[in-house]
């Protein structure tokens, strides 16, 4: 008998299936994802990126300019200016011959101006503390609520001081033409706002991933 000999086939190797892209019309070949189209992502994501360092350096300079305003309202002493004579919270100071400084007054009405200058600090500081805590722990989408409540309770605590300053330095220092407010009293006034402000923001702030 005689035996036919079989034709043998080449082996072929198995075809390994494309790899796959999830569009939003569902799974796609690889190969029909445009590269134009990769671009773009990858240009978007970076923007955003860039967006929310920019939003996050403009909070932390934002509180910075704060916390700076409250310390130089708090220490320096130009709450009150009368010539070659200087007054702010802590001493009042003459320049002239000689410079020379004498404790301020003991009244409760200023200690209370003292303390709500020094609170506003404080609250200030631990907000920035907070702030740089809770980006490193809250979880994805939630809101910097704390950080925000010390901003603004720094803030009050600023219109407190500056607004009993106001009211009662005539208890202090009589009233004359050539009294007038320092600079350090303005700065404390426009440190009101901006910490609202940045409280504000950081209430209505959300983390991002």
Not at 42 to 66: D, F, R, W, Y
Not at 91 to 118: D, K, P, Y
Request: charged share 10%; net charge positive.
């Amino acid at each position: 008998m005689a035996l036919l000999a079989r034709r043998e086939e080449p082996s072929t190797l198995p075809q390994l299936p494309s790899p796959k892209i999830y569009s939003p019309g569902g799974w796609m070949p690889n190969s029909l994802v445009c590269p134009t189209a990769r671009d773009k992502s990858g240009a978007a994501l970076l923007a955003a990126t860039a967006k929310m360092l920019l939003l996050l350096l403009g909070i932390i300079v934002l509180h910075v300019t704060v916390l700076v305003l409250l310390f130089v309202s708090t220490i320096v002493s130009q709450w009150l200016v009368n010539g070659e004579h200087r007054a702010d919270l802590w001493q009042n100071c003459t320049s002239g011959s000689s410079f020379h400084c004498l404790a301020s007054s003991s009244n409760e009405w200023l200690q209370s101006v003292q303390a709500m200058m020094i609170l506003s600090v404080i609250f200030s500081v631990l907000s920035l503390f907070l702030f740089f805590c809770q980006l490193f722990t809250l979880t994805k989408g939630g809101r910097f609520y704390i950080t925000g409540v010390f901003q603004i309770l720094a803030g009050l605590c600023v219109m407190s001081g500056a607004a009993i300053f106001t009211v009662r330095h005539t208890d202090w220092h009589q009233a004359s033409e050539n009294t007038s407010y320092g600079f350090a009293y303005i700065l404390a006034w426009l440190a009101l706002p901006l910490a609202l402000a940045s409280g504000i923001v950081y209430v209505i702030l959300r983390k991002r991933e």
